[in-house]
């Protein structure tokens, strides 16, 4: 999933709920962390929880959107 994808997918959830755009903003937040680190990362950062509400907001799936480490993630945590 790319930038731009997931970007398109927290406007649409914005305009939908736009009486909780802060918490659209922290799903927004776990799926460019999940982006730029790995979903690893992102699970290691967030709760099980919150990740799985972002999911089900956002409309994506961690694990097979992502991948499960990048270079970052490698430079950064080893993983």
């Known amino acids: 999933m790319t930038l731009d994808q997931i970007e398109r997918r927290v406007a649409a959830a914005r305009r939908m709920h736009s009486h909780y755009v802060p918490f659209v903003e922290h799903c927004e937040r776990i799926l460019q962390q999940a982006h730029d680190l790995g979903w690893k990362v992102a699970l ?28 970052l993630s490698r430079l950064i945590y080893g993983i």
């Open 44 to 71: 290691m950062l967030n709760d099980e929880c919150s990740v799985r509400r972002a999911e089900s907001l956002l409309g994506t799936h961690i694990r097979g959107d992502f991948q499960a480490s990048t270079p």
